[in-house]
C-alpha cells in the first residue's frame, strides 16, 4: 500500500535518543559540521533518514540558518511564457535542496507588494519578481532589501528598473533571428 506518514513529526531530540548523543551532536551532524567525526555524522544521518527525518524550516529560519524556499512571484501562469519560465525555474531547483512558494498578482501593484511581504514573513532565500510593470515597486524592492537583506532578482521586467539585479531577455533580436531564418527557408 506504499508508505504511510506517521502521526508526529520526528525531532532531533528523537534522532538523538536513538542515537545515544546529546541534540547539539544530531544538529551538527545533519548541518554537516566538522566537529563531529565522520563516522558519527553517518550513523545519525543514517537514523534521520531510517526515520524519516524533515527539517522544522521554521526553526531553522529562527535560527538564522535560511529556510531553502526561493519566492517566486509572476502577473500570471496562464500564458505560455509565464509557464514555461515557471517550469524551466522549477526543473532548476528539482536537483538543489531548494523548493518554491509561488504567487501570482494578476498584473497588480498591490498584490506583487502584498506576496513580496508574505514571502518576507516566510523567510525565504531569496525572491524572483517576474514579469512586473510597475515602475512603483522599485521602492519596495529596495526596502525588502535592506530591512531583510533577502535577495530579490527581477526578471522580465516590463518597465526600466534601476539599481537592482534585473535578467531581461532579448526578444527583439530573438525575433529577428527568427525572421531572418523563416526569410531564408
Known sequence: MGQQLENSMVTLKDIAARAGVNVSSVSKALNDSREISQE???????????????????????????TNSIGIILPEIQS?????????VEDELYDTKYSMIMSTTNW???NEI????????????????????????ERYVAEIQRMYKIPVIILESNTEIRDHDNIMIDTGYGLELAVRHFVSR
Open 108 to 110: 497588480n501593484l498591490q
Open 40 to 66: 558519527k555524522k553517518r550513523e545519525i544521518q543514517r537514523i534521520a533518514k531510517e526515520m524519516n527525518y524533515v527539517p522544522n524550516l521554521s526553526a531553522r529560519a529562527l535560527a538564522g540558518k535560511g
Open 80 to 88: 505560455n511564457l509565464y509557464a514555461h519560465i515557471m517550469n524551466c
Open 114 to 137: 502584498k506576496y513580496m511581504n508574505v514571502l518576507c514573513s516566510r523567510s525565504v532565500d531569496g525572491i524572483l519578481l517576474i514579469g512586473t510593470i510597475h515602475r512603483d515597486i
